[in-house]
Each structure stands twice: as C-alpha cells, then as structure tokens.
C-alpha cells in the first residue's frame, strides 16, 4: 500500500521538527520501510498490531529522527538490540554516507531486517544475528555510535557494548523519562563512562523522550 497524502505530510512533519528536511526519495523508501514493518508486525512482534500507519510514523520512525543530527560526525554506527529496524533503518535512510550495523539476536527479528535491507536496497546496512556481548570488532573497525532504543537499563547496556565502541566514540541511550531516575542510581564512573548531555525531545505522539549522549571516560 504506498503512502497516503496525510502520510507523507505526517513523515514531513516529524522529520521538520528535528531540523530534517526530507527527499522525495527518502520519502518513499521510508514508505516502503513503513509497509515492511506492517506486513511482518505479527509474524516478527514488530510494533504493536493494535498500532495504525499513523501511529507507527509518529511512535517509532520519527523517534528515529531525533538522532540523525547528533550522528553527522559518525560514519559507523551500531544499532544494538535492533529489533524492527529501529531507530538503524531511518537513519541510514537518511545517512546513505555512514555504515549502520543492526544487532539483533532474535531470529525471526533479523531476518526481517534481512528483507528490508534487500527490498529497499540499502548496501550501507549490514545485519549481525546475534548478541551485543558477543559480536566480535576489529579494534580499528570499531563503532563511532552505539545507539539502543529502550532495550536495556544503562547498568545493563553500558557492559554489553563498551567492546563495540571506538576510543573517541558515544553510546546513545534512546529513553523517556524515568532514565532520569536511572542516572541517579548508577555509578558510570565505575563503568568507565561519564554523562556527555542529555537531549530532552517530543514526539508528534505527545510523548517525551531523551537521548542520553555516554562517553568513555578519558584515561587519568
């Protein structure tokens, strides 16, 4: 089913509100992601199948948005826990430059992102089947971004990719607001880690998010 008028204007819309201005074909490859991920929904657990086409632009690919401007500097990302594609899927939409990796260990999960990558052509997307705490890097092949959209607390997250990471790289937590709570529990110095920023941002849904931007912390 390709993209209603109301849709494309909704895609438009969520993207503007990020500073995004997007191609006709970002448009239409994001319309064809859209029409993948209603297909698969239930034989994957995509997104909710109570959730319209509406819902899934403004709840799930414009929460991807949110992150493209802080990864203009990056040129490979890592996308953990990838399940549906996102936020990895519209970012390389949209970042054809960088090389966006999804790690995603549920089988049928990934061989969904198996299809989207060869429906949508898309030669900047590689998928990695398996866990985070397990993917082998090459040091000098290591991660400039490692994004994870509301997998795992960041006591869990931190020790699954720190491996995955480049010396000058940055995790990025994708959370709501209760992540607020989490930073004042954990210890990052601990870790190895220290708070970079946290980006506080609204969907078109209503709901309030926040990236939080991780650094390692610098050697002593």
Known sequence: MPLSDAERTLLCQSAGRFDLDLRDDQVATLGDYLELLIQWRTHARLVSPRQTRADVIRKHIADAFALVKGLVACERIADVGSGAGLPGIPVAILRKD???????????????????????????????????????????????????????????????????????????????????????????????????????????????????????????
Not at 185 to 192: H, P, R, T
Request: hydrophobic fraction near 50%.
């Open 98 to 220: 960088a090389r966006v990796s999804l790690i995603e260990p549920n089988r049928r999960k990934a061989n969904f992102l198996r299809e989207v990558v060869r429906r949508l052509a898309l030669p900047n997307v590689a998928v990695v089947a398996g866990r985070a705490e397990e993917v082998v890097v090459p040091e000098g092949e290591r991660f400039d971004a490692v994004v994870s959209r509301a997998v795992w607390r960041l006591a869990e997250l931190i020790p699954r990719v720190r491996h995955l990471l480049g010396a000058r790289g940055v995790v990025i937590a994708m959370k709501g607001p209760a992540v607020e709570q989490e930073l004042a529990e954990i210890d990052l110095a601990a870790l190895g880690f220290q708070l970079q920023t946290l980006r506080k941002y609204s969907l078109e849904s209503g709901e309030s998010r926040i990236l939080v931007l991780l650094r390692p912390r610098s050697p002593a």
